[in-house]
Structure formats: C-alpha cells, structure tokens
DNA sequence: AATGAATGAGCTTTCATTCAT
DNA sequence: AATGAATGAAAGCTCATTCAT
C-alpha cells in the first residue's frame, strides 16, 4: 500500500488529497461528525470520485486514512527512539514529541486513530483495524526497548505501561486543553 | 438536579428513563452515532417530550447523561477505597471492578464520559463539562489517597496517575476486546 | 384503512395528496423510473412528511397508492355489472368503460397496480400484495356472475378468462398506443 | 443484426454477453430497477466497453436486448406449431411450454419484452419497438394458423386473442408464483 | 405539562455517462 | 478497438428541531 508522504508540499493527487482531508477531519470531528460533503470540499474531490477510490465509501476511506495516521506515528516513534541511550530517554523525548504536536496541531489532540475507528459503523471491522494499529505501535516501541538492552518480557511490559499512559495522558489533555499532563508521564513513570 | 436512581428497578418517569437510555447508547456509539429516534424508541418517550424536559435539546440531554454516568463512577471509586488497608489495595479494587463491569456490560467499554463528551457539537461547552467530571474523578480518589495516609501532594500525583491508566487501558481493552489490560494495571504501576 | 376520495376535486391533506400523486406518477413511469422528489413536487409535500406518513418510505407509498387504485377499479367493476342483464353485457360496459379510460387518461393505459407492483424492491411483499388485489378484483366479479345466474364455478372461470382478457389486452394497447383491442374484447369472448 | 446463440455454451464475447446478461436483469428488474454496474458485473466486461459496443448507451442496450429475446420467443412458437396437426394443439403445446419456462427460470415469469420496454426512459421509441415485437409474436402465430387451415381473418383473430390471453395469464401468473393459469389457457379458449 | 404532526437541510450512496489513453 | 478513471446530478432516507394543540 502506498501513503500520500507525510511531510510532502507538492500537490497530491485526488485519492492521497482524499486521504488526507479525510485522516485531518476524522481526527477532529469523529468518524460520524464528519461529513462527507466537508472531506469533499476539503480536499477539491468530486463527489463521484470517491467511491472511484473507495468502493466501499465512508468507511473504506476511514480505515485507510487510519492506516496513514499510523505510518505518521510510528515516524514519531523512531525517530524518538533512534538517539535515545535509554529506554527512559527515548520514551521522554517520545511524549515530548507529542506534546509539541498537541500545542501546534488540532489533529493531534487525542489519540488519532481512535477517534477515526471507535465511532465507525461497523463496530467489528473498526475495532480489529483499531486493535492491529495499536498492537504496531506497542511491538515496534517495544522493539526499540530491546535495542536499548531490555530484555523481552520487560521491553514488552514497558512498552504497553508507555503507550496506555500516553493514551489515557492524551484524553486527560484534551479535557483540559493543555498539553501539560502528556510532558507529565516521564516523571510519573520513570521519575 | 436529581438523577434517576442507579439501581432503581421500579418504573422510572418520563425524564428518567430519557437519561438512562441515551446515557447507554451515547456510550456505545458516541454522540452523533446516535439519533433521537433511538433514544426516543427505548425510552418508549413521546416525541414531543424530549424538548420538554431538555429545551436545548440532544445536547442538554448529552450533558445530564454524563453527569449521571459521572454519578456511577465516583460511587464506584467510594465502594473500592472504603474498607482499603493502603492506597494500592484500593486502586487494585478499582482496577478489578471496572474490568468486571468491562466483561458484563457493553456500556463500560470505554471511558464512560469520553464517549459522550469528546464527539459533541460544540467542542467549547463539551470538552469543559468533561474536564469537570475527570477533575471530579481524579479529586475524589485524591481524597481517598489522604485518607489512607498520603501527602497532598503524593495523593494527587497518585490520583492522576491512577486515572490516566485507567484512561488508557479502557482504550486498548477496547480495542483488544478483553478487559485483561485493566486487570494488569495494578502490576503495571504497584507491582 | 380511508382512502382519498376518488372523484372529490376539493383540497386534500397532506397524506392524500402524497397518495393520489404517488399513485398517478408510479403508474405512467413504474416504481423505479418515479422519483420520490417528483411526487414531493406534484403533492406539494416537504420531504420529511412523507417519512412521517410511510415510515418505510417508497416502498410503503406504493403499497397504499396501490390499494388506493385498486379501490377505483373495483368501484368501475361494481358500476359495470350493477345494472346489466347477463354477464356478456355487464363484461362488455366494464371493457368499454376501460377502453374509455384508456383513451382519456394516460394514468388508464397499463394495469394500474401491475406498473405499481411488479417493479418493487421487495418482489416478495409487492408480489403478494399484487395477488391479493388482483384476487379480489376477480372474486368481486365473479359476484357478479353469480348475481347475474351463473353456477359457482362457471362465474369463477367467466371472471377468470376476463380479468386475463383484459390484463392482456391492456398490454397490447399500451404498445400499439390504442384502445380498440380492449373494445374487441366481448367479441373474442362472447362473440 | 447478429443475436448471440440461444443455446450456445462456448465462451461468448463481450458484445454477447453484455445482451444476455442484460435481458436477463431487465426481464427481472425492469429497465429501471437494474443498474449498468449490475449489467457490467455480471457479464464481466470492463466498464468502457458498454459504450463501445452501444453508443447510445442502455437504451441501446435495452432495445437490442429486447430484440434478442423476441427471436428467442419465435422460436418457442414455430417449434410449438411444426409438428401440430391443428391450431389449437399448437397453441396448447405454446402454452404448456411457457408453463414450462415460467417453472424452471425466473426470466420467463412475465412477458420478456414488457419488463424491458414499458419501463424505459422515452416512451415514444420503446413503445414502438415493442409493438413490433409484439405484433412480430402474433404475425408469426397466425401463419401457423393458415398453414394449419384456417382463413387469413380467423386465422388473425385467433392468434391475437391467444397471445393477448397469454399475456394477460403471465400478469396472473407472476402475482400467484405459479404457471397453473397459464396451463389452463387452452381450457379457457378451446375446452 | 405534555405531545404527535410537520419540516427541510443534510446524510451516504448509486446513477448513467464522458473522457484520456 | 478497447478501457479504467473521472464526474456531478440525483437517488432514497435520516436528522434534530419547531409548532399547534
């Protein structure tokens, strides 16, 4: 599968514009406070053109603008861990990361693909899809964990405790429209 | 305000049962997930009377609904720290009694509030009324910190600690569709 | 069940209104080939009105603009045979007074309920409706055969062979844009 | 004009089995109720291809459709009439093997050539091609007539008042789910 | 105090067709 | 000769809300 470049100025093409406006609203607004007028409008698409793309439609869109989300978190996630001398030390930088994000861009003040796949129609399908993407995130810190010299079981245990925390840290932030609690977790967890 | 009792089996009146079935189903399927009608059939509540009793309409009925959800939540919190030797044993408690209530009953899910709260229509109002109620959450498990022997200031950092793994575990259980990952938060932070 | 008047020219309600356009425009274009904004403009009806009348939507219209139709052709059965000596001349006022229709009214060129039903969504329920009315139009005249002296079986066979003689002619006269061969009915038959 | 074999089981053309598919979909649908992605799925051409073949598009497609099974129907009647040693033993075998038809394919459960051409978009061409289908089906029966002994007017009448009766007995049919009308035909006219 | 009828903007999706290759 | 991408109008339907009673 190929994603629109993350970082990318130049214009995309209708389906990558798709996804795209689409990942940005759905983050923001819900799977169903979206409508698909507004990702239309967004991303200059005709209306017949979506379903060229996305045959199954709304929902079809969803799933691959959550799988783009993802490819942008799991950038976060190495290049967070990439310099770190520990796992503590890439973990800060981690929810420091973040935390920025969360300060300069509306579509990273909650956990970006649950607000795109727990509202979905399809309950089943979504939560699966939302279940496979988490479990990424999880193995590939939890693969940086061994890098750094942990064993397993613990990369693994410290990988899951970071990532719950950073989820239930981006719901408490977003409560409180502050990105504070999320630069909070390296002292509650390692300080 | 008065809420309708959370373990009342007699018949409710008109308002009530208005609460209760949209606080169930906004749970489940967020709040433009779900529509009037929905709310309006399982209440076996006449249409006209929902604007009645919330002039605002499905918002103020979102909002009475996870104050009265919030209502079940601190209950919870009081019931787990009442008869704890220390504040692990009661969060363990905790832990466990929400996991049960994950396993039993689609509502407990998620987040109770989360799922009303962070899908409405007007994110200013919204997102303030949920920073009351996790506010809320997260005093009153302080309160019980203190009272089995914790700092002020060890009480709030444990409270918020506490209540962000909550947060982040209802999430991946959710995902994962197994209420394991709340059971183990315990582990996670006491073990 | 209260059917719009059949012949009343005064202002009907909204529910009527949606009946009598339903059933004029679902009979010249089928069910399909009629859009549901064609009936909201020729009934002067807002959109969500029709939802609130026939919850299921189209297909419920139909059923009732059906049973409407249905009504009319059983009154012009009635009228043919109430003042006729045998059953050859009752039949034959019934054809000339289907002939006449055809000529003057486009909504009279085809099996009314036919055009209605056999082009459904649910071929199931639309089927089984279309027998009941088609069942009833020859029970009521085979009625009439009894009342004009037939045997119980040779009435059944009469108003048989007739309501197929006239469904079959209504078909070639739609495609040859002509009434004469539901005129030339009586003489195949009774000729 | 080239139809495609009724009868052939070789892999057929695009062209070809655009036709088939397509006659079977409007005979069971009618012209409206079947869409061309329908039409396009079922016979495996690739979507520009339709307008290759039939630049008008589906009318085109309808009209040749209904052009294919019409010779289909001629050769029903010439077969129920070759080796019949008067007219009424033709029609019987006619109307024993459309009994037939009706029993074993849900495409011969009405006129084949109505479910296409009442329902089409304009009126004016497809009424007219149907009655030359039509009037093609009884110019074909009344030959068999006076090659089997009548006169060129009885012969006229009697083919006329067969197919009209044979019409109207398919309308029957299909609102019963059952041939047994159109099995009694013959009872109706020659018993 | 309580209600069912009425409303029209909005929803997601499908339509037949055109076009560039 | 043949085709997959692109198109926007229209489809049927649901929405939260207002209103007369």
Redesign the interface.
Known sequence: MVYPAHMGTEQANTRDRLITSAARLFRQ?????TGLAEILAESHAPKGSLYHHFPAGKSDLALVAADWVSQGMLEIIDASFADAADFAEGATTFCHKLAKLFDLNDSWQ??PI??IL??GPDNGAF?TH??TI?TNWIKRTSLHARELGLEKADAD?AA??L???????W??A????SSE?IRR?PR?LYG
């Open positions: 607004k819900g799977y169903h406070g909650s956990c649950s607000t727990f509202d939560r939302a279940n988490l245990a899951e405790l990532l719950i925390t950073i989820q239930g840290a719901t408490l977003r409560a409180r429209a609690v977790i509650h």
